[in-house]
């Protein structure tokens, strides 16, 4: 490998970190409280973290707690959890093809990385014409699964040396990341239809205890209602429009 | 101990194997232009959706606008997101300006 690739490379890894830390600011504190709920809730220690690792799905992981307290049927909460999950099917058949030319075992690497925000941000990367290496997924993605664990492991072990209070301050990172990639991706009416049809169904979902479902409401049909806009839009305006802009780029 | 365990173990295989499955099948497929396309609003679509009830709900309950200190802090965010394009500064900004809510309307 020459030294243009290695510190290209090098580049890639800091900028996936980069992207990685509002993400392990916000998950570190969110998993520290499911080890702290997870252990208060009979949970043995070593399976909390367990679950950690071997989930990393916080959606499912919190409705798992909520569930064995209520004592429902191991069987429905497996269908019911799996049926959250499949949320994951949308972002997979979206993310895929940027990973067209991967090794199999690096995209089977990478999938470990497709939760709720490393789709929001690796997506929004795409969407916005960046080439997604491998070095630089690979890298967001273990990133973000080590502050789960760890917090976990944190949470169960230690009590909380994060406070209330500062764990509080940092739910806020969450939504504050999402408007982010939002306005940093394309600013157009489609867009926008989109995001709001999203948010819109999503909201309601939630309202009605639908949980995950809400996702897949809102993705599905923000997508459709966003693609429609467009399709109108480009065949009112010019009948051949030029697609794609590389120029646009977020820091 | 050793059902919860089970549960577990195979919550975290789906989970993967749906993960897994379907970025390697996506990624093999040959999508049409048209597919893409919409593929492309998945984003967003889901950015909104995924920010609708973290701003607006609680435990699945709508919080009302008044006492939302989310809400609040959330338009100075979306004007320096806006602005200045930038991930940490916003995230940073968003933080302190929650912060700053949480600390006045308790």
């Known amino acids: ?251 | 101990m050793a059902t919860q365990l089970w549960v577990i173990i195979l919550i975290g295989a789906g989970t993967y194997l749906l993960r897994a499955g379907s970025l390697v099948l996506g990624s093999r497929v040959r999508w049409s232009e048209s597919t893409k396309k919409w593929l492309s609003f998945v984003s967003p679509a889901v950015l909104g959706a995924l920010i609708g009830p973290l701003l607006l709900l609680q435990e699945g309950k709508w919080i009302p606008l008044a006492n939302n200190s989310m809400l609040f802090a959330a338009i100075p965010t979306m004007i320096i997101a806006w602005w200045s394009r930038r991930l940490l500064l916003t995230v940073a900004a968003g933080v302190v300006f929650y912060a700053g809510f949480h600390a006045l309307f308790g």
């Open chain 1, 1 to 251: 490998m020459n030294r243009l690739n290695r510190s290209n490379r090098r580049e890639e890894i800091q900028l996936a970190l980069r992207d990685a830390l509002p993400i392990m600011l916000a998950y570190f504190p969110l998993s520290m409280t499911y080890g702290v709920l997870a252990t208060a809730g009979g949970l043995h220690e070593g399976i909390a973290v367990f679950s950690s690792v071997w989930i990393f799905s916080g959606g499912a992981q919190f409705m798992l707690l909520g569930m064995f307290a209520s004592a429902a049927a191991p069987v429905t909460i497996v269908s019911t959890l799996l049926l959250l999950s499949m949320r994951h099917v949308l972002y997979g058949a979206t993310m895929g093809p940027y990973l067209a030319n991967w090794r199999e075992s690096r995209k089977w690497l990478a999938a470990i990385g497709l939760t709720d925000e490393g789709f929001a941000v690796i997506s929004s990367r795409a969407t916005l014409g960046n080439v997604i290496l491998p070095s630089y997924y690979i890298t967001f993605a273990l990133a973000i699964y080590g502050s789960w664990v760890a917090g976990t492991a944190a949470g169960t072990g230690l009590g909380s040396f994060v406070t209330a209070e500062l764990a509080e301050v940092l739910t806020f990172a969450l939504p504050a990341l999402f408007i982010a990639l939002l306005a940093g991706g394309e600013r157009t009416l489609p867009y926008l239809a989109a995001a709001g049809c999203g948010a819109v169904l999503a909201t309601l979902a939630g309202m009605l205890q639908l949980g995950g479902v809400g996702l897949i409401a809102g993705g599905l049909a923000g997508a459709t209602i966003g693609h429609q806009i467009s399709r109108r839009r480009s065949e009112r305006m010019n009948p051949v429009q030029p697609e794609g802009n590389s120029e646009r780029t977020m820091r």
